[in-house]
């Protein structure tokens, strides 16, 4: 097991691909971290377990930013450890810029949380959609990686968040009440951004064999009425140091990297950095100033 993860960190901190300007290549794009949306139809999936996860091992690799967006229930400092200081309600009163939200969590990650019972609601207006893209729009050029931590359910506010970013990542289990909020999230992104093949990871399961049954029972519902599936990345296997470790403040990949699911999550963050090679870099916060009705001016 300790070999495996090994391999598995030394495939995430080899260097990243040279890239090469084309002629249509957006030059800033290489200064823009690549974004990455952890989302799940379903709660209790373990997406944001995931999520952290993947903010320690990608800071390995570059620098990186993890954005909770769960704006009614957030709990990503919880599992990072860390005291959210401002409230994301400074924010959204116009008090704070979102830079002066950021909480450093380890060198190479910063967090940006939502804090203790910051909001009473889950919906923003467009306004403050608004003011986020401009806040992610200036922030982004300062970091490798943006990982956005999207709460449960496909509200407009999450549909837009994940429709704007570079890859997205589906978290499910395979108990048929999350496949089918899973299946429903993937067709309402379909309509809010046709052609995205989101990438799927299943969670707490038993086998290999397991996990990719999920994936066939996904595919067979989603190619017959959307015409095309979810890929799949990767599977965790259930472990029981995930579950002991819920009230701790440490991702299992620092606090116990040879563990199965830990050395799961590394080969995942691998497939992840692969996968954002593999895409463009358009910017979350660019792309979202232009799905919120506003288009940065041309530099």
């Given at each position: 097991?300790?070999s495996?993860?090994?391999?598995?960190?030394?495939?995430?901190?080899?260097?990243?691909?040279?890239?090469?300007?084309g002629?249509?290549?957006?030059?800033?794009?290489?200064?823009?971290?690549?974004?990455?949306?952890?989302?799940?139809?379903?709660?209790?999936?373990?997406k944001?377990?995931?999520?952290?996860?993947?903010?320690?091992?990608?800071?390995?690799?570059?620098?990186?930013?993890?954005?909770?967006?769960?704006?009614?229930?957030?709990?990503?400092?919880?599992?990072?450890?860390?005291?959210?200081?401002?409230?994301?309600?400074?924010?959204?009163?116009?008090?704070?810029?979102?830079?002066?939200?950021?909480?450093?969590?380890?060198?190479?990650?910063?967090?940006?949380?939502?804090?203790?019972?910051?909001?009473?609601?889950?919906?923003?207006?467009?306004?403050?959609?608004?003011?986020?893209?401009?806040?992610?729009?200036?922030?982004?050029?300062?970091?490798?990686?943006?990982?956005?931590?999207?709460?449960?359910?496909a509200?407009?506010?999450?549909?837009?968040l994940?429709?704007?970013?570079?890859?997205?990542?589906?978290?499910?289990?395979?108990?048929?009440?999350?496949?089918?909020?899973?299946?429903?999230?993937?067709?309402?992104?379909?309509?809010?951004?046709?052609?995205?093949?989101?990438?799927?990871?299943?969670?707490?399961?038993?086998?290999?064999?397991?996990?990719?049954?999920?994936?066939?029972?996904?595919?067979?519902?989603?190619?017959?009425?959307?015409?095309?599936?979810?890929?799949?990345?990767?599977?965790i296997?259930?472990?029981?140091?995930?579950?002991?470790?819920?009230?701790?403040?440490t991702?299992?990949?620092?606090?116990?990297?040879?563990?199965?699911?830990?050395?799961?999550?590394?080969?995942?963050?691998?497939?992840?950095?692969?996968?954002?090679?593999?895409?463009?870099?358009a910017?979350?916060g660019?792309?979202?100033?232009?799905?919120?009705?506003?288009?940065?001016?041309?530099?």
């Amino acid at each position: 097991m300790r070999s495996l993860a090994r391999e598995a960190l030394r495939r995430l901190r080899a260097p990243p691909p040279a890239t090469f300007d084309g002629e249509a290549e957006d030059r800033y794009a290489r200064l823009r971290a690549g974004s990455i949306c952890i989302a799940g139809g379903k709660g209790g999936t373990g997406k944001s377990v995931v999520c952290a996860a993947l903010g320690s091992l990608l800071s390995q690799r570059g620098r990186t930013l993890l954005l909770d967006a769960d704006f009614g229930m957030g709990n990503a400092h919880l599992l990072q450890g860390v005291d959210p200081g401002r409230s994301f309600a400074d924010f959204l009163r116009g008090e704070i810029g979102l830079e002066g939200l950021l909480v450093p969590r380890r060198p190479g990650l910063d967090l940006i949380p939502v804090g203790h019972g910051a909001l009473d609601r889950t919906e923003l207006s467009t306004f403050e959609m608004h003011r986020i893209a401009t806040g992610l729009e200036r922030l982004e050029t300062g970091y490798e990686h943006l990982l956005v931590d999207l709460p449960a359910g496909a509200s407009d506010q999450t549909l837009a968040l994940a429709a704007a970013s570079d890859v997205v990542l589906l978290v499910t289990n395979h108990e048929n009440t999350a496949l089918m909020d899973t299946y429903a999230f993937y067709k309402l992104l379909s309509h809010r951004r046709p052609g995205v093949r989101p990438l799927l990871v299943v969670n707490r399961v038993e086998s290999a064999e397991l996990a990719r049954d999920t994936q066939r029972r996904l595919a067979s519902v989603s190619e017959r009425y959307l015409g095309h599936s979810l890929r799949m990345l990767g599977w965790i296997p259930e472990d029981p140091r995930v579950r002991c470790g819920l009230t701790m403040t440490t991702p299992i990949v620092e606090r116990e990297p040879a563990s199965p699911a830990a050395v799961a999550l590394t080969e995942l963050a691998a497939r992840v950095s692969d996968a954002l090679g593999g895409s463009g870099r358009a910017g979350l916060g660019r792309t979202l100033l232009r799905r919120v009705g506003y288009s940065p001016r041309s530099r």
